[in-house]
């Protein structure tokens, strides 16, 4: 009940947040990963809301998880000298030139929920989660549920290069650590996506014997993890009974499946990446005040025992 409460109050302040802001006028740039997944659909449609509640003009450009597509789209924001630039990066690694330009250019940077293997200096913040926690919290509660049990884990890993993908998975590896009866036996990117993950974990299952030695399942987010659990389903076994299911990013399919028993736990990261992005660009832009490099956002773990049902309506009404 206490979550749920949370949550409810969450959904006020995002509202709160939407009308107080008055950052209107600016024109923001926003190159956007893709769609691979409903959370990323809810950061689209929060930004989206965002900047409308805040009268910005946001010039949106869907990047179809290419980085050749997002780097294309910050050069032409940077040609219409746009007041800001928004960028939630496909990969880790290859921004210095185009974040350079930007810099030349003198217009800000704000990384939306990804971090970017580049020099600080060439952005104003990024606004992210723990990712590292989000990964560790998974394997604490994958360790403490097993308890002393042998435990063979799958792993569906992120977009290879991502920072979600190499931060998560390190993250669960510290929070298995420790406990020799945990192993992860097979781990492969399933790209975020549902068909992605129900094709690797059909893999996993071959390969294990139809999956009668996979005792858990570890998905870097909900929509590999969806996917993953139709796979096991058609393979004659119980997702949540047979093999447990643990992801992250808490998007409301996954409540469902948890509702019916067939997924254990999930870690939110919120999609309000942009609320926290456009109060510091107002507050640059009303007086130079700097945000810190790092703007953290919260994570909670949930499991079945908190009203699934209730918190998909509530996950709903946030913009899924």
Same mark, same amino acid.
């Given at each position: 009940?206490?979550?749920?409460?949370?949550?409810?109050?969450?959904?006020?302040?995002?509202?709160c947040m939407f009308g107080s802001a008055s950052a209107a006028?600016?024109?923001?740039?926003?190159?956007?990963?893709?769609?691979? =997944?409903?959370?990323?659909?809810?950061?689209?449609?929060?930004?989206?809301?965002?900047?409308?509640?805040?009268?910005?003009?946001? $010039?949106?450009?869907?990047? *179809?998880?290419?980085?050749?597509?997002?780097?294309?789209?910050?050069?032409?924001?940077?040609? *219409? $000298?746009?007041?800001?630039?928004?960028?939630?990066?496909?990969?880790?690694?290859?921004?210095?030139?185009?974040?350079?330009?930007?810099?030349?250019?003198?217009?800000?940077?704000?990384?939306?929920?990804?971090?970017?293997? =580049?020099?600080?200096?060439?952005?104003?913040?990024?606004?992210?989660?723990?990712?590292?926690?989000?990964? $560790?919290?998974?394997?604490?509660?994958?360790?403490?549920?097993?308890?002393?049990?042998?435990?063979?884990?799958?792993?569906?890993?992120?977009?290879?290069? =991502?920072?979600?993908? /190499?931060?998560?998975?390190?993250?669960?590896?510290?929070?298995?650590?420790?406990?020799?009866?945990?192993?992860?036996?097979?781990?492969?990117?399933?790209?975020?996506?549902?068909?992605?993950?129900?094709?690797?974990?059909?893999?996993?299952?071959?390969?294990?014997?139809?999956?009668?030695?996979?005792?858990?399942?570890?998905?870097?987010?909900?929509?590999?993890?969806?996917?993953?659990?139709?796979? /096991?389903?058609?393979?004659?076994?119980?997702?949540?009974?047979?093999?447990?299911?643990?992801?992250?990013?808490?998007?409301?399919?996954?409540?469902?499946?948890?509702?019916?028993g067939e997924a254990n736990a999930t870690v939110e990261l919120?999609?309000?990446?942009?609320?926290?992005?456009?109060?510091?660009l107002e507050a640059f832009k009303k007086d130079g005040t700097?945000?810190?490099?790092?703007?953290?956002?919260?994570?909670?773990?949930?499991? *079945?025992?908190?009203?699934?049902?209730?918190?998909?309506?509530?996950?709903?009404?946030?913009?899924?």
């Amino acid at each position: 009940m206490k979550i749920l409460k949370a949550l409810a109050s969450a959904t006020i302040l995002a509202g709160c947040m939407f009308g107080s802001a008055s950052a209107a006028g600016l024109v923001v740039g926003f190159s956007q990963i893709g769609s691979e =997944s409903g959370w990323r659909a809810a950061e689209t449609t929060l930004t989206k809301q965002q900047a409308e509640k805040r009268g910005v003009d946001l $010039k949106f450009a869907d990047a *179809q998880q290419k980085q050749e597509n997002q780097i294309k789209a910050l050069r032409s924001f940077i040609a *219409q $000298k746009v007041d800001a630039i928004f960028v939630a990066p496909v990969v880790a690694t290859g921004w210095d030139d185009v974040l350079g330009e930007a810099k030349e250019a003198e217009i800000p940077v704000f990384l939306l929920d990804r971090t970017v293997d =580049s020099s600080k200096d060439l952005y104003m913040t990024a606004v992210t989660s723990d990712l590292v926690h989000e990964g $560790k919290v998974a394997g604490e509660w994958l360790a403490k549920t097993v308890g002393d049990k042998a435990c063979n884990i799958v792993e569906l890993q992120g977009t290879t290069g =991502s920072s979600p993908a /190499i931060d998560r998975k390190k993250g669960f590896e510290e929070g298995i650590g420790g406990h020799a009866n945990l192993k992860i036996i097979r781990s492969q990117t399933g790209d975020f996506t549902r068909t992605k993950g129900k094709e690797v974990m059909e893999s996993f299952l071959k390969a294990e014997d139809g999956g009668k030695n996979i005792c858990a399942l570890y998905a870097h987010n909900d929509d590999m993890a969806v996917g993953a659990i139709q796979a /096991i389903k058609e393979a004659g076994l119980k997702p949540g009974t047979d093999i447990l299911v643990v992801s992250i990013d808490a998007v409301p399919d996954i409540f469902l499946a948890m509702a019916a028993g067939e997924a254990n736990a999930t870690v939110e990261l919120t999609p309000n990446m942009a609320g926290p992005a456009f109060d510091a660009l107002e507050a640059f832009k009303k007086d130079g005040t700097l945000p810190p490099k790092w703007i953290q956002t919260e994570s909670k773990l949930y499991t *079945q025992a908190d009203d699934p049902k209730a918190v998909y309506e509530l996950k709903k009404g946030l913009g899924y």
